[in-house]
């Protein structure tokens, strides 16, 4: 009996001396981790501050929980201006080394020319396709290359990311022959070339004027026709990819 008191008396300084440790050690870590945080922690005003040094303009934020995330070492959300009102503006914080180094990330240049963008497409695709098609473009909620700013003009904007920047697509209405369709695709990677835009591009045959009309927006792209289990709303969509050297380096057809 007493041998079996003295194991658990010897078994209970153990535990003792384990918690002790343990706590030392979440102390000393925990005030590591916290003592990182606070240094350069996040900061809305901050994010704002760096938007109107770079680009002279006020910048408001926006409630978008699509957007708004917050990890250990990014802080992402949206803003608005009224240079472009409706059109959210990706925008980045992220926080490298402890804290010790700060960058910011944004997609405004994209926005910028959002709408000079759909012009060109419009422009290319009567080229290839004539009068009858439709252009839904939107910007991505990507970081663009730091060092575009207001100076970067539109051709420099295009030949850098001009298409990985902007989600450009091409419907076709249900009356447009698929009999030619691999040469239309090629005229139109030809008009990308010869407007030095890089990027991707995708051109969609629709299969009948409810898709052709009611289509507006990316995701109405992916989930048209869910609700009737109809994924396929179109005939043939072909997607092309022209990359920095003005060369087609992916094309496909399904």
């Excluded at 490298?96 to 422009?123: P, S």
Aim: aromatic share 12%; glycine share 6%.
């Amino acid at each position: 009996m007493k041998g079996k008191l003295e194991d658990k008396i010897r078994m209970m300084i153990l535990k003792a001396f384990g918690l002790a440790f343990a706590g030392c050690i979440f102390l000393i870590t925990g005030e590591r981790l916290w003592s990182g945080r606070r240094k350069n922690k996040f900061s809305i005003n901050a994010c704002l501050a760096h938007m109107k040094e770079k680009y002279g303009i006020e910048f408001t934020p926006v409630e978008d929980k699509r957007n708004a995330e917050i990890t250990a070492s990014m802080f992402k959300f949206s803003v608005q201006t009224e240079n472009y009102p409706g059109q959210n503006i990706f925008i980045m914080q992220e926080r490298l080394d402890n804290g010790n180094k700060i960058l910011f990330h944004d997609n405004y240049v994209a926005v910028k020319y959002k709408q000079q963008t759909i012009e060109l497409i419009e422009k290319m695709a009567y080229e290839v396709f004539g009068k009858d098609f439709r252009v839904i473009c939107e910007v991505y909620n990507h970081c663009q290359p730091d060092e575009l700013d207001d100076t970067t003009t539109f051709n420099e904007f295009l030949s850098r990311c001009g298409g990985r920047m902007i989600d450009i697509n091409i419907l076709l209405p249900p009356d447009h022959s698929t009999m030619e369709k691999e040469e239309e695709l090629k005229k139109l990677e030809q008009q990308f070339i010869e407007n030095r835009v890089v990027g991707f591009c995708d051109v969609y045959y629709s299969s009948g004027k409810e898709a052709y009309q009611g289509i507006h927006s990316a995701t109405d792209l992916m989930t048209f026709g869910m609700a009737e289990n109809n994924h396929r709303w179109y005939r043939e969509n072909g997607q092309f990819v022209i990359n920095k050297e003005f060369i087609v380096n992916h094309e496909m057809w399904r």
